[in-house]
């Protein structure tokens, strides 16, 4: 039989073992020990990382389940408003389609009817899902002539599909 060498360290091999690799058992020994050692090394980096990143972790979480919510509950009108419950603009929108539509309801011209777009047009009413929404409107009366007046339309809105809402009242003042 052959002289068998380790192949690392290059002694001759006494004990007739060798490693897979070619090794003697002391080389052998040593690599699984600092084999050990590296493992250990990566896993407490690992938990080094998790403790640093735990907070990105819990975000990237929080983000996911908000927008699984988000796209399977059906949503509500409080959507429509911002942190100070100020209408959004797509809330601005919402409401002003459902406040115009209900005024020209009632106008002898609706097709002549013009709406300004300003500011705070809206408001809340303690009441639960009703809303109020004001504005000016123009439209001509029965006589062709053109009227200036505002109007408060308040209505009920529970959810942000087509037929979500109903009209409580109306009015329009000269
Ligand atoms: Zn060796």
């Not at 009108?77 to 209900?102: M, Q, R």
């Not at 609706?110 to 809303?131: I, L, M, Q």
């Amino acid at each position: 039989m052959d002289d068998l060498y380790c192949a690392r360290c290059g002694k001759q091999i006494i004990d007739g073992w060798v490693s897979k690799s070619g090794y003697c058992h002391p080389c052998a020994s040593e690599i699984r020990a600092q084999r050990e050692i590296e493992a250990n090394q990566k896993e407490a980096h690992k938990k080094q990382m998790l403790k640093k990143y735990w907070w990105v972790i819990l975000l990237v979480g929080i983000t996911l389940l908000n927008s699984f919510i988000a796209l399977t509950m059906p949503r509500t009108p409080d959507t429509l408003l911002d942190a100070n419950g100020k209408l959004t603009t797509e809330g601005e929108i919402w409401f002003s389609i459902i406040a115009e539509n209900a005024v020209k309801d009632g106008l002898k011209a609706p097709k002549t009817a013009e709406f300004d777009h300003g500011d705070d047009h809206y408001y809340v009413y303690s009441k639960v899902d009703t809303y109020g929404y004001s504005g000016t409107v123009t439209a001509e009366n029965s006589f062709g002539v053109p009227l200036t007046g505002e109007y408060y339309v308040i209505f009920r809105c529970w959810g942000l599909e087509p037929d979500q809402y109903e009209i409580i009242s109306v009015e329009i003042a000269d």
